[in-house]
């Protein structure tokens, strides 16, 4: 089956010759005239909307966007904050980067909507520190908008007022986890909080009621404040709804971000048709679906079960190429959508050494304050990077999983899963080959990548 | 300190930015770094005593965050992405190619004291990999060919100075 169109609802303006990241080219495109309409609205509606959209979070968890908003405490009395979660960190996504830099009023607009649909008066972005352009391209756009009133005090001639803040963060990966970003955004070490039983949206920013999402779920708030949550719940298929922006690295011919509504595309389609499959003269060999903690595929491996299908129960027997790139999908069979950044390997990657450099990232990133992901994170990378420039065992593999094992659910945050996930997913796909690796390093030659 | 008027200008404005002061320790560091080139010892007690806080709460802040550091660097900054997506296109070959080209290694200031090579985690540019943050300025698919010309680059605008 040939792969779908691209379409493109928050890209629509990515790359598109003679647009501009400035005030005059978005209003010149019919920008900030949905903010204009939604503030003739009352929030209840727009909230309802978004309920409607069945909009799942775009930051990697896909969370209901309408239900986090449902969940906020309007009754404390205390401000209610937003926070733009624009610290892009998960390894291999790069959605967000090109929103920030090409269609920078695109967000603010979106972010002004849902900062007016839940009553917030003050908003941050948390831009990630290695985007200083991105903070230029935000900061100046927020100047522009707010000098014409779309932003600051009251906003459209109307007595809403609400101004937005870009707040820079400084290299740590743990920042998008969004308890970890308030402890950051509030001058402190990034580490995340206990929950439950107090989530953000009731002791969030200050100890206040605060949202925080991510910068492509905003963006989707603008579009279904123009067309309505029932026309966002068409595109894509239900519980999946609306577009998804694809982020495609690795081994692939044709490498970058694609748009396409949620669960029409499979992940072959994806890969052989846009992007233009395997390098010259290489195969697939493994693919990582929503960002460097997913579990990793195996090509060639099948998938088997059953789904649902409208009221029906059916029957499913997927390879890897087969399966439809939505939340439920990729969950069903073991692995997530996450973040959207998908990761290709072919053959000619060794997956001890890829694991190896996964390994390292994650005990860089580790906040620390948890043992078993502290320790767990460092001793995993001690054993993978020692596979492969030092000695390996055959006895390796049943090593590492012994550590991954006893991380997960015994952490404050889904940091202590994302770090044990790939080791636990490699050894389970690929055990031949850390056994083998032993053997596999003697033939090795001394030009060959490194990864780690 | 004695910083710049410009800076102390930024500093008291993005103070405002918060109903509390000790939000702006992450916006001073940057904005120290960006002048000083480091967080000096004193930039720590400065901004301690401008946000009403402990110098431990600034310095804790300091020492969790990769991008601030305690130590100058050299002219300019390399950071080459390490992570998989980089690596898997030959990362850590362009890695080596700045390291041999200005006679480094990662993480420490060359010997002429023209640039640090870094290796840093993700930076979010994962389909142009791989990728290299000249300062604030991204280079996109640096193969060890492209390194070489922008170490050359780095060279000559060097010489001019």
């Known amino acids: ?452 | 300190m004695n910083l710049k008027p410009e800076t102390l200008s930024k500093i008291y404005e993005v103070i405002t930015h918060y109903p509390v002061k000790r939000s702006a320790t992450l916006p001073l560091l940057h904005l120290i770094q960006e002048e000083v080139g480091y967080i000096p010892e004193d930039a720590i007690t400065w901004i301690a005593a401008k946000l009403e806080l402990e110098p431990i709460n600034v310095y804790e802040v300091v020492t969790f965050y990769p991008m601030f550091r305690r130590q100058p660097i050299g002219r300019r900054h390399i950071k080459v992405c390490r992570t998989l997506s980089c690596a898997l296109l030959g990362g850590y070959k362009t890695c080596e190619t700045f390291e041999k080209e200005f006679n480094t290694h990662r993480g420490e200031v060359s010997p002429d004291g023209e640039v640090t090579v870094d290796f840093v985690e993700c930076l979010a540019s994962c389909g142009t990999a791989p990728v290299v943050l000249i300062d604030d300025e991204l280079h996109e698919k640096v193969d060890c060919v492209k390194a070489k010309q922008i170490a050359d680059q780095i060279k000559a605008e060097a010489k001019k100075r």
């Not at chain 1, 309007?74 to 830099?101: C, M, Q, W």
Request: aromatic share 10%; glycine share 12%; proline share 6%.
């Open chain 1, 1 to 452: 089956m040939p792969a779908p169109e691209q379409r493109r609802i928050i890209f629509q303006h990515i790359d598109e010759p003679g647009y501009s990241n400035d005030l005059a080219c978005y209003v010149k495109h019919g920008g900030y005239e949905v903010l204009k309409q939604a503030l003739t609205r009352q929030p209840q509606e727009l909230i309802d909307e978004v309920k409607k959209s069945g909009l799942r979070g775009r930051g990697g968890a896909g969370f209901p966007c309408g239900v986090k908003w449902g969940l906020v405490d309007r009754k404390s009395g205390k401000p209610i904050y937003l926070i733009v979660n624009a610290d892009e960190s998960e390894p291999g996504t790069f959605k967000d980067r090109y929103i920030i830099h090409q269609d920078p009023h695109q967000l603010i607009e979106g972010t002004m909507i849902s900062c007016f649909a839940n009553n917030v008066q003050q908003a941050y972005i948390y831009i990630r520190g290695e985007f200083p352009h991105g903070a230029r391209i935000l900061e100046t756009a927020l100047a522009e908008a707010r000098a014409a009133g779309f932003v600051g005090q009251n906003i459209c001639g109307t007595n809403y007022s609400c101004d937005i803040f870009v707040h820079r963060g400084a290299g740590a990966y743990i920042c998008g986890e969004e308890t970890g970003l308030i402890e950051s955004l509030e001058g402190k070490r990034a580490n995340p909080r206990i929950k439950p039983p107090y989530f953000p949206a009731v002791l969030g920013l200050y100890q206040c009621p605060t949202i925080v999402n991510n910068v492509e779920t905003l963006c989707h708030v603008k579009y279904i404040a123009e067309h309505g949550g029932e026309a966002f719940a068409k595109i894509g298929t239900p519980n999946n709804t609306g577009t998804r922006v694809f982020c495609v690295s690795g081994h692939v011919q044709r490498p970058g971000y694609y748009e396409f509504p949620a669960g029409t595309i499979t992940l072959g389609q994806l890969l052989n048709e846009v992007c233009g499959g395997p390098l010259p003269g290489r195969t697939f060999k493994a693919v990582i679906p929503g960002g460097s903690s997913a579990k990793i595929l195996r090509f060639g491996e099948r998938f088997k079960g059953k789904r649902k299908v409208g009221a029906d129960l059916v029957d499913y027997d997927w390879g890897v190429e087969d399966v439809p790139m939505d939340f439920d999908s990729l969950g069903m069979i073991g692995t997530m959508g996450g973040s959207g950044g998908v990761i290709v390997m072919d053959d000619s990657v060794n997956m001890v050494e890829a694991l190896a450099n996964i390994n390292a990232f994650y005990s860089h990133e580790s906040c620390g304050q948890c043992t078993p992901c502290r320790e767990g994170s460092l001793w995993m990378k001690k054993i993978t990077t020692r596979m492969v420039h030092g000695q390996a065992r055959a006895e390796d593999a049943a090593l590492l999983k012994g550590v991954a094992d006893q991380i997960p659910g015994r952490t404050i945050c889904a940091f202590g899963e994302a770090c044990s996930w790939p080791t636990q997913s490699f050894i389970a796909k690929f055990g031949d080959e850390f056994k083998q690796y032993p053997e596999t390093k003697k033939t090795k030659a001394a030009d060959s990548r490194v990864l780690v």
